[in-house]
């Protein structure tokens, strides 16, 4: 069955890298995602000034990127490679190290459109 494989870190300057081992490995694609982590947000944006009436858009556009979520739908037997190659990249022996990220794994039912991808699979 295949697995959605997720990573948030905080070293958004390593996201590509990530996503490029990953590729490397065999994921047969990987998304970059831009994200915020709402702890972090509260915190910066108590050093930003902010005016009466603003939307948590307008504070995420004053403060800089936090986080980057990488993620790509895999055989299962690949989520372990991919999640050592993540650590190598990030310079960490696991994804337990504080502030390295975190990554979760999910089954995925059906996977719909992936091209060139043994995992198109029907219901």
Not at 71 to 92: H, Q
Not at 94 to 109: C, K, Q, T, Y
């Amino acid at each position: 069955m295949p697995k959605l494989v997720m990573l948030i870190t905080t070293h958004v300057e390593k996201g590509l890298a990530v996503a490029e081992a990953w590729e490397a490995a065999g994921a047969p694609g990987v998304t970059l995602i831009d994200s915020y982590g709402l702890h972090d947000l509260r915190e910066r944006s108590k050093s930003v000034e902010i005016p009466l009436f603003v939307s948590m858009a307008q504070v995420m556009r004053q403060i800089e990127q936090t986080n980057q979520t990488i993620l790509s739908v895999v055989d299962n037997d690949l989520v372990d490679t991919l999640i050592d190659a993540a650590c190598r990249v990030l310079g960490a022996s696991s994804l337990d190290e504080e502030g390295v990220g975190v990554a979760f794994v999910l089954p995925v039912d059906r996977v719909i459109g992936m091209r060139g991808s043994e995992l198109d699979s029907a219901p």
